[in-house]
């Protein structure tokens, strides 16, 4: 069974930056997994929105025009964990994050992919 934790969340000031990380079970990835694990964002009264995708092994990963420049999505293979690297955060970055993996070898993650397994979220706070 494919279980995802996330962890990293908190409250910050605007301006400061949290780390992420999504540890990933039941599923073990590789430098040639192809597999796309997704970070997702949802405030209260707002669409859940992807903020950021990685295609585990190669590493490439995609960004929404929201979070670009300021997000990096990264893994560590050895520990089978994701990371988001949140700097600059801003007030409308607050919101409870989740990671999503799906296990469908791909070459790309596409913005609108439907991800299989979820984590069950970690709260960011950003103050001004």
């Known amino acids: 069974q494919v279980q995802l934790v996330e962890s990293g969340g908190g409250s910050v000031q605007a301006g400061g930056s949290l780390r992420l990380s999504c540890t990933v079970s039941?599923?073990?990835?590789?430098?040639?997994?192809?597999?796309?694990v997704g970070w997702f964002r949802q405030a209260p009264g707002k669409e859940r929105e992807r903020v950021a995708a990685?295609?585990?092994?190669?590493?490439?990963?995609d960004y929404s025009d929201s979070v670009r420049g300021r997000f990096t999505a990264s893994q560590d293979i050895a520990k089978n964990t994701m990371y988001l690297q949140m700097n600059n955060l801003k007030p409308e970055d607050s919101a409870m994050y989740y990671c999503?993996?799906?296990?469908?070898?791909?070459?790309?993650?596409?913005?609108?992919?439907?991800?299989?397994?979820w984590g069950q979220g970690t709260r960011v706070t950003v103050s001004s």
């Open positions: 999503a993996a799906d296990l469908t070898w791909r070459v790309y993650c596409r913005s609108d992919l439907e991800y299989n397994f």
């Open positions: 039941g599923y073990t990835y590789t430098h040639n997994s192809n597999r796309c």
């Open positions: 990685i295609l585990t092994g190669p590493g490439g990963a």
